[in-house]
């Protein structure tokens, strides 16, 4: 098997897939015959592009490089400079491919990962399918070759742009050779939503209307925009994170129990949830959603800069960089449960967690007093850091007086299980060399999510005051807080 | 009675790798053939205003605090915040330490976590820090080192959690501590916990039963009440005072008087006249005895066997508001507001 990674050579090869291909290497979970081919515009020997793997392992990886796994891993490195200009572009890609697959006595299997912006993936596809590079898995032979590729998020900037790029790949590919990565689903605390709800039979019976009083999801990051400035100036909170990382991971808390662990019967249930979303549109996106955007602050003491003083941001940008929600699933499980859905840049800290909140028990014995009232159960899954879930209860403290105090049923993936927990694009890559779709976005989930999006879109466009601010080190813009608060909820420090 | 620390790991980390290297730490621990249970109750908050050594050194700041008694009875992620305000170039955070300390027979062994973080940088960001280490889904109390009146509470530090923990026999001018305090007396901003106010107590307690004993409070509201004080417990004093006009509900102009006065071995010593009755109340370290003219025997009430670790946890596991302290506290502050009037 080969996999071909078109921008091998920039940031996302760097940091995320070659560390991750590297420890999955080291885990001894590659196929017996492989080859990484990165490709790039740039020239770079075999050499040279071993030297830019080392040195992104060095830093990135969750293990440390251990020089003799290194040894073998280098060995299956190796750099096209190609381009998908003009007819012949990946001419040298081919020929190289040949070569290496001959030599490694290798079957012409190939992922090919599109680590490129998304205004490339259609130029890409259409220069893979003009050489010749791809059999449509329907109309292929039994034994054809695999051929599969993986697109990065986002998949467009909005529903039409979204559509393109879908129609663009599949000319080329069918639905099920195409892998859109969605990180966050590849996380172990992500893929254990399923298994804490339907491997456990004191959670399930409570996910419904009648027990749970409000879910959280948030999102939150310590850093600010960084090196990202361009891409995020024409992105903001909403296209870049609750279109797809918060909405997947809505999907995963409030789907139906599916009937197998199929790939598509999950996504089936998962798209089930996005069309179930009750619209927010016109003076509802005033009502229900808060933007805002970060000024200066201190980050962990530390004084930072504000949104619009970052470089590469213009300084009267109304690109948001916080984003609430209160979010309503109109079905039968989840009927007038909120959910609260809240990210952002320079927030306290990085931390993601989804909470979902049970009722109250009545105000009646130890919940009588009304300046004491008891913690409401909570269930915390946190998928970073720190990776666990736990459950908040209520129990007697020890002595004399019967007195409730809030205790915690944790669970901890670090100290439990003792390893480091794999990264998500780990387990990611492994399913698409498995051939599991499972933890990817089908085309309909994508579309769906932005057409939910789009009157959120549209209403802000039609805006042109200024938006909330909120220091850096902060939990948001106070028009967040009054957002849940009016419903008499709070949100949820973490 | 110190707590015994089963075992302490200790690093010096950085403001950015702090989680990473406790979860390190914990893995480490993880290998140990005893089970270590992860124990955590509450965020607690340790503030501290000092110039000190340049480094971290858990040693020396669990020799100042009783830190290790309090969390092996009530555990809690501490954080211990060593601010340096008197620096004159302010700084970001410049040192950290992160530990765990485990406590407990080997069949129930739980450890702690621990993070010091010095720094000298803005006040206005220290809520920042606090933020970023203190785990949001557990009650956060902020344990004040230091005399209020001579550092007064950062309030955005302070109300970032339920629960404001100090020991008012740090106060060397009450007056001042309780004009520091009113505004978070008088907004309920936050729950206070006074260590000191425990001492109270036994005569507290005694009190009571007098007043069952006589059918009526022996610090009725017409009651004549003078407090004398050895010269170093004003604010034991002062809160007595407080806690007996919120009682009795007693206006300023007839508020309990107060003096330090030679006391031998008792900390305050209340004579109260009521008509006929007389009653003298002597609060010693050994507890509260109430003498009074018309009765026969004393009435004793002891002291809790109680060491400075064990009253703060104990008062980190109140999450609701003191009431009685809470009047006490508000009685005084209008006292004061009053006489400087």
């Given at each position: 098997m ?11 090869a ?21 080859a990484?081919?990165?490709v790039?515009?740039?020239e ?13 392992i ?9 020089e003799q796994a290194w ?11 190609a ?22 006595g290798?079957?012409s299997?190939?992922i090919y ?21 791809v ?6 032979a039994a ?29 080329v590919?069918d ?7 969605d990180?966050?689903?590849g ?9 804490m ?9 409570l996910?419904?209307q009648?027990y749970?009083?409000?879910v959280q999801?948030?999102?939150?990051e ?12 024409q ?24 009937h ?6 999950i ?16 003076d509802?996106?005033?009502a229900?959603?808060i ?7 201190f ?27 209160q979010?309503?699933?109109?079905n ?16 306290p ?11 109250e ?9 009304p300046?004491?009232?008891?913690d ?11 990776e ?6 209520s ?8 007195r ?6 944790d669970f901890?993936?670090g100290?439990t299980?003792?390893?480091?927990t ?10 698409v060399m498995?051939g ?7 085309r ?10 789009m ?21 948001g ?10 419903t ?6 973490l | ?12 980390s ?14 480490e ?7 270590i249970?992860r124990?955590?109750?509450s ?6 205003d000092r ?6 050194s858990?040693e020396?700041?669990?020799a100042?605090?009783p ?16 601010h340096?305000s ?10 950290s ?11 129930a ?15 206005a ?8 280490l ?6 956060t ?5 230091e005399?209020v009146?001579?550092?007064?509470p950062?309030e955005?530090?302070?109300t ?23 505004p ?8 206070l916990?006074?260590?000191?106010w ?6 507290r ?21 003078r407090?004398?004080?050895?010269r ?6 002062w809160?007595l ?18 003096e330090a006065a030679?006391?031998?071995?008792a900390a ?9 009755e ?6 010693t370290?050994a ?32 999450l609701?508001q003191?009431?009685d ?12 507001a009053?006489?400087?009037?």
């Amino acid at each position: 098997m080969t996999i071909v990674i078109f921008g091998g050579n920039g940031d996302l090869a760097h940091r995320k897939l070659l560390p991750a291909l590297y420890n999955l290497h080291v885990d001894g979970l590659l196929p017996p015959r492989l080859a990484i081919v990165g490709v790039g515009r740039k020239e770079m020997s075999d050499d040279a592009y071993r030297a830019f793997a080392k040195e992104g392992i060095g830093k990135f990886s969750r293990r440390p490089l251990d020089e003799q796994a290194w040894g073998a891993f280098s060995k299956l490195l190796f750099f096209v400079n190609a381009s998908i200009d003009g007819e012949k572009g990946l001419a040298p890609l081919g020929a190289r491919l040949d070569i290496i697959e001959h030599e490694g006595g290798m079957k012409s299997d190939r992922i090919y990962y599109l680590a490129v912006p998304p205004t490339l993936f259609a130029p890409t596809v259409q220069q893979l399918a003009r050489s010749r590079f791809v059999a449509r898995e329907s109309a292929a032979a039994a034994d054809a070759p695999i051929a599969r590729i993986i697109v990065e998020k986002p998949i467009g900037r909005d529903l039409e742009s979204a559509r393109a790029i879908n129609d663009a790949i599949a000319e080329v590919f069918d639905e099920r050779q195409i892998y859109r990565i969605d990180h966050y689903l590849g996380k172990e605390t992500v893929q254990n939503i399923l298994v804490m709800r339907f491997a456990n039979s004191i959670f399930e019976p409570l996910f419904n209307q009648k027990y749970v009083d409000h879910v959280q999801i948030t999102v939150a990051e310590e850093e600010g925009v960084g090196t990202r400035a361009g891409y995020y100036e024409q992105a903001g909170a909403l296209r870049d994170m609750i279109q797809n990382h918060l909405l997947q991971l809505l999907a995963m808390v409030a789907l139906e129990p599916p009937h197998a662990l199929d790939a598509d019967v999950i996504r089936d249930e998962k798209l089930q949830v996005l069309q179930s979303l009750r619209p927010i549109a016109g003076d509802a996106v005033d009502a229900n959603v808060i933007r805002g955007s970060y000024g200066p602050g201190f980050i962990a003491g530390k004084p930072v800069s504000g949104y619009r003083q970052e470089q590469g941001v213009d300084p009267g940008s109304r690109v948001e960089t916080f984003v609430a929600l209160q979010i309503f699933i109109d079905n039968w499980r989840w009927a007038g449960v909120p959910f609260f859905l809240r990210t952002g840049k320079r927030l306290p800290k990085r931390a993601s967690e989804i909470s979902v909140q049970l009722k109250e028990v009545p105000p009646i014995l130890f919940n009588a007093r009304p300046d004491a009232r008891l913690d409401p159960n909570v269930l915390s899954i946190r998928i970073q850091p720190d990776e666990g879930f736990s459950f908040g209860i209520s129990s007697k403290l020890p002595g004399p007086d019967v007195r409730p105090y809030p205790v915690k049923m944790d669970f901890h993936y670090g100290s439990t299980f003792g390893a480091t927990t794999p990264e998500a694009y780990e387990r990611l890559l492994l399913d698409v060399m498995h051939g599991d779709a499972t933890l990817f976005m089908r085309r309909d989930a994508v579309e769906a999510a932005w057409r939910w999006v789009m009157p959120i879109l549209e209403r802000w466009s039609q805006q042109n005051g200024a938006l909330p601010a909120y220091p850096a080190g902060d939990w948001g813009p106070a028009e967040a807080d009054r957002l849940i608060e009016a419903t008499g909820r709070r949100w949820r420090p973490l | 009675m110190a707590a015994a620390v089963a075992e302490r790991l200790f690093r010096t980390s950085s403001a950015e790798n702090i989680d990473a290297d406790l979860a390190a730490l914990w893995r480490e621990l993880g290998r140990r053939e005893v089970p270590i249970a992860r124990a955590v109750m509450s965020n607690l908050v340790v503030f501290r205003d000092r110039v000190a050594a340049p480094d971290v050194s858990v040693e020396a700041l669990m020799a100042e605090l009783p830190i290790d008694e309090v969390i092996a009875r009530h555990p809690s992620r501490l954080i211990v915040l060593e601010h340096e305000s008197g620096r004159e170039e302010p700084d970001a955070p410049f040192a950290s330490g992160v530990g765990i300390a485990t406590f407990g027979p080997e069949s129930a062994r739980y450890g702690v976590e621990q993070i010091v973080v010095r720094s000298a940088c803005a006040e206005a960001s220290l809520p920042s820090i606090v933020r970023r280490l203190a785990r949001g889904d557990l009650p956060t109390s902020v344990w004040w080192t230091e005399d209020v009146a001579a550092v007064p509470p950062l309030e955005s530090l302070v109300t970032m959690g339920r629960q404001l923990v100090y020991d008012s026999r740090d106060w060397r001018d009450v007056r001042a501590a309780l004009g520091v305090l009113a505004p978070f007396v008088e907004e309920h901003r936050v729950d206070l916990a006074d260590v000191n106010w425990r001492r109270l107590g036994p005569l507290r307690r005694a009190l009571e039963h007098s007043a069952t004993e006589t059918g009526k409070p022996l610090a009725a509201a017409g009651a004549r009440v003078r407090i004398a004080h050895h010269r170093d417990e004003a604010s034991l004093a002062w809160l007595l005072a407080g806690a007996l006009m919120a009682a009795a509900k007693r206006a300023p102009a007839a508020a309990p008087h107060v003096e330090a006065a030679e006391t031998g071995d008792a900390a305050v010593i209340v004579t109260i006249e009521n008509g006929a009755e007389r009653a003298t109340i002597t609060l010693t370290s050994a507890g509260a005895t109430v003498e009074r003219a018309r009765a026969g025997s004393p009435l004793v009430v002891a002291m809790p066997v109680e060491s400075e670790g064990e009253a703060v946890a104990a008062e980190l596991r109140l999450l609701s508001q003191d009431t009685d302290l809470h009047a006490a506290l508000a009685a005084l502050v209008r006292l004061f507001a009053a006489r400087t009037s």
